[in-house]
């Protein structure tokens, strides 16, 4: 292929590349977004759970490895839109506390170098880009708003607003999940089962390709070329600004060149792009004049539980529509918490992965009818020694001690009691490891200060004037909510305040 040029050089088509594409296209600037894999086929695999989860279909053959050496599959998709391919579409905002310096029980989550007051009028754009459903007044940890939600909250089917009746009758207080599916007067969303974990045939989950690449590339503003993939960030002689990237195309090395750049491949993929784009002039890495590239890696504590009770049918489809957040500021000792929220409704085929070897598919399709699964989060608190490193032969490592496992677990015993007291008889736990690499962020923070942070308040690097890192790795804490509309409203404002668009 002959080399490549735009204004604006996007790499990734996830939450954060998809939207700041969006952005800028709809300012009229020219854009060109690489993306490494390509788009994902509609099929009825789509919909298939032992295609999705037991055979891996979407997911690549790479493998990292962990701090011990041991590879593994990484929880990751290569493909337009990235991972909000196959997200739940759950797009809360993060809380106003989450943005300062808080206290918890193993450790402090440091604050952002903004506030909430600075992302909130775009988090309000961002629900709209991402046609979010929600309510105010039912959480009591909500922040405020300056708008409200385009949509209203997702209808609770009978089984789940019969559960929210008896969980309000324990003192808490569950509210509606913010959703990003079409649901509008006549949307494209069915409520289908096969929403969660899976990939929508219809085009009604608000994925980044759905509401962020498409509208940029039909604005004839943005053009998307896949199959390419970015293997270094070359500086110019001064060392100062992104000359040019190389690129592995469908047809070979591409020289890609471009005024402004943005990374947003995802925490761990931007990180080791960084680390493998090292020169005489940069040894430690792009733009890592501070040491903090791939450091600090997070990915939130998690864990999935099944609630079973043996007297009572679970017959929702759409499940994913309520969440508990009473303990998110303080467990009761003024430390936080963190979060449950249900998860799409669990099929007995989906078990089998998790379930001890032998246990027949009949017994899991039994247990699968009389449950209702949660996903139950709590803060990651960074560490510099949970780190993403790259090696010679470009194989990425992620080396990870959970911190914040004491917090997880009180509030996996707070939420076991509680399903415990609204009949449930037994309760099984999922614990997330490194392979799921759920929620990553962390690992090019943002901040004031160029010696402790990697990019500055807008996602620009300190050290390199012409690029920007738009993607979970500016986060400096993981808070306890699920990220991607944090994502999606930085991008908004990058655009918007920076001279990306310039």
């Known amino acids: 292929m002959r080399p490549l040029r735009a204004d604006v050089v996007v790499v990734g088509s996830g939450m954060g590349g998809g939207t700041v594409a969006h952005a800028l296209a709809r300012r009229g600037v020219d854009v060109l977004i690489l993306e490494r894999g390509e788009r994902l086929p509609r099929e009825p695999e789509n919909w298939s759970p032992r295609s999705v989860f037991i055979d891996r279909r979407y997911k690549p053959a790479e493998r990292w490895l962990d701090g011990g050496g041991r590879a593994f599959a990484p929880g990751v998709h290569y493909v337009v839109g990235g991972n909000t391919k196959v997200y739940g579409a759950s797009l809360p905002r993060f809380r106003e506390r989450d943005f300062d310096a808080v206290e918890h029980q193993d450790g402090t989550s440091p604050a952002w170098p903004f506030g909430y007051a600075d992302l909130e009028p775009y988090y309000g754009q961002a629900e709209r880009m991402y046609r979010v459903h929600g309510t105010s007044g039912e959480d009591p940890t909500e922040p405020w708003r300056s708008t409200p939600f385009p949509y209203p909250a997702l209808e609770h089917e009978p089984y789940v607003a019969d559960l929210a009746a008896r969980l309000r009758a324990q003192g808490v207080h569950p509210s509606a999940n913010a959703m990003g599916v079409d649901r509008r007067q006549g949307g494209a969303c069915i409520r289908c089962a096969t929403c969660d974990g899976f990939p929508c045939k219809l085009d009604a989950k608000s994925d980044a390709e759905t509401c962020g690449v498409d509208p940029a590339v039909a604005s004839g503003h943005a053009r998307l070329l896949t199959g390419m993939r970015v293997r270094q960030v070359v500086a110019d002689a001064g060392g100062r600004r992104v000359d040019h990237l190389v690129v592995q195309g469908p047809d070979g090395p591409v020289t890609v060149t471009g005024g402004r750049f943005v990374l947003a491949a995802g925490a761990v993929n931007s990180a080791a792009l960084l680390l493998a784009s ?74 089998q992965s998790a379930a001890p070897r032998g246990v027949p598919l009949p017994v899991l399709d039994q247990d699968a009818r009389r449950s209702v699964e949660w996903l139950v989060m709590a803060e990651d608190l960074p560490s510099p020694d949970n780190r993403v490193t790259v090696d010679a032969a470009g194989r990425i490592t992620t080396a990870r001690v959970a911190r914040g496992v004491r917090t997880h677990r009180r509030l996996l015993r707070r939420a076991k009691r509680l399903l415990r007291s609204v009949g449930y008889d037994a309760i099984l736990t999922q614990h997330f490891d490194i392979s799921m690499n759920s929620h990553q962020c962390g690992t090019v923070v943002a901040g004031h200060d160029p010696a402790s942070s990697v990019l500055d308040p807008w996602c620009r690097a300190h050290d390199v004037e012409n690029l920007w890192v738009v993607d979970g790795g500016f986060f400096p804490s993981s808070a306890a909510m699920n990220p991607a509309l944090t994502i999606a409203a930085q991008a908004l404002r990058v655009v918007a305040e920076s001279d990306l668009a310039a």
């Open 278 to 351: 090292a020169d005489d002039q940069h040894p430690a890495g792009l733009a890592n004049a501070s040491g903090q590239v791939g450091r600090n890696f997070m990915m939130h504590n998690n864990a999935h539980i099944v609630a079973v009770d043996l007297d009572r049918h679970n017959d929702v489809v759409f499940q994913k529509t309520l969440s508990v957040n009473d303990w998110y500021h303080d467990g009761g000792d003024g430390f936080p918490l963190g979060a449950m929220q249900l998860i799409g409704k669990v099929q007995g085929v989906m078990m």
